[in-house]
């Protein structure tokens, strides 16, 4: 009741909301209404930022079904947050790269390229180039590349995910390809398929 009037929403809800947390062991329900926080946020910490890059689609979920407005054009998601979400498989795919031993990875939808100086500090060796539309995110990621130790590991590229063929040929030699939270874009116009067929003829030996 304290929360729902500080924060000025419904006390169902919001109880409701607590209630499912706490069945999935995000809070620990104290007593009917109040509910504590757990020691361990790990169950927790990965979906919020996806919630809230997706929060505009969310919110316009009605328009988009009624084709009111239009995914992409009129709505689009948050990459910032996105971003903050992803961050949290970059371990995981470290890992996997060295079990496969590959040392160049050409990442779609780099962003500030945060995950391939992770990879060239992970890993000897390594080549990495980024793809990114967002002019301005080229740009910070540059900045980035520029003020670490890894200047001569990893470049950042403008370039649209959707359009392998445009990719410059130091693309070419490239050992895997990630693109993290970024394919599943193209499905809403059924392109995925043949997108993905593209890049198997455009990267024949890559991961």
Known sequence: AEASSALHLRGDLLEAVCEFLSEKGVLLKAKPG????TDDYSSIQGPIPFLLAYKDICDSLAELMSGRKLYGKDVVRDARHLGTGTKLIFPLLAKIFKT????????????????????????????????????????????????????????????????????????????????????????????????????KTRFPGAR
């Open 100 to 199: 496969y031993g590959i040392r160049s990875v050409l990442d779609l939808g780099c962003g500030n390229g945060a995950f391939l100086l992770m990879l060239a500090a992970a890993m000897p060796d390594f080549q990495g180039i980024g793809v990114e539309i967002d002019q301005p995110t080229v740009e910070e990621a540059r900045s980035a590349v520029s003020a670490s130790s890894y200047r001569n590991s990893v470049s950042i590229i403008q370039g649209d995910a959707g359009k392998p063929e445009s990719f410059p040929p130091d693309t070419n030699s490239t050992e895997a390809i990630v693109g993290i939270g970024m394919f599943h874009e193209f499905r809403k116009d059924d392109s995925l398929i043949p997108l993905l067929n593209r890049y």
């Open 34 to 37: 109040t509910f504590r926080k």
